[in-house]
C-alpha cells in the first residue's frame, strides 16, 4: 500500500510562489507516473500536472502552463509542483496520485491519493 503525504500549500498573494511536495511511502513506486489535481470549492477535481516515470516527460493543463513545474526525484520518492505567478483562480485543495492506467487528463487513472494540501491565493 502506497500513503502519499502533500505539504507546502498555505497564503500567498496573487503574483507570488509556492512549492509543493508530495512524499510517497510504503510500497512507494519509485518508478511510476505521478499526478497533480486541484479540487475547488463547488467544483470537480481537476488535473493539473503529470509527470512520466523517468521524469523527462511532463504535461499540463493549459491554464497553468507557463507558470507550474512538476518534476520528481525517484531516490526520494517525491514529487514537486512549482507554482509560480499564483493567481486567485489557483484557489483549491491540491491532491498528488499515482498513475494507474490511461489518460493522465482524468482522475480515475490514479490511485492512492494524499490528503490534500490548500493553497489559497488572496490579497
Known amino acids: 500500500q502506497v500513503q502519499l503525504v502533500e505539504s507546502g500549500g498555505g497564503l500567498v498573494q496573487p503574483g507570488g510562489s509556492l512549492r509543493l511536495s508530495c512524499v510517497a511511502s510504503?510500497?512507494?513506486?519509485?518508478?511510476?507516473?505521478m499526478g497533480w489535481f486541484r479540487q475547488a470549492p463547488g467544483k470537480e477535481r481537476e488535473f493539473v500536472a503529470a509527470?512520466?516515470?523517468?521524469?523527462?516527460?511532463?504535461y499540463y493543463t493549459d491554464s497553468v502552463k507557463g507558470r507550474f513545474t512538476i518534476s520528481k526525484d525517484n531516490a526520494k520518492n517525491t514529487v514537486y509542483l512549482q507554482m509560480n505567478s499564483l493567481q486567485p483562480e489557483d484557489t483549491a485543495v491540491y491532491f498528488c496520485?499515482?498513475?494507474?492506467?490511461?489518460?493522465?487528463?482524468?482522475?480515475?487513472?490514479?490511485?492512492?491519493w494524499g490528503q490534500g494540501t490548500q493553497v489559497t491565493v488572496s490579497s
Open positions: 510504503g510500497r512507494a513506486p519509485s518508478n511510476a507516473a
Open positions: 496520485a499515482v498513475h494507474r492506467s490511461g489518460s493522465y487528463y482524468y482522475s480515475r487513472s490514479f490511485g492512492s
Open positions: 509527470i512520466n516515470w523517468s521524469g523527462l516527460l511532463t
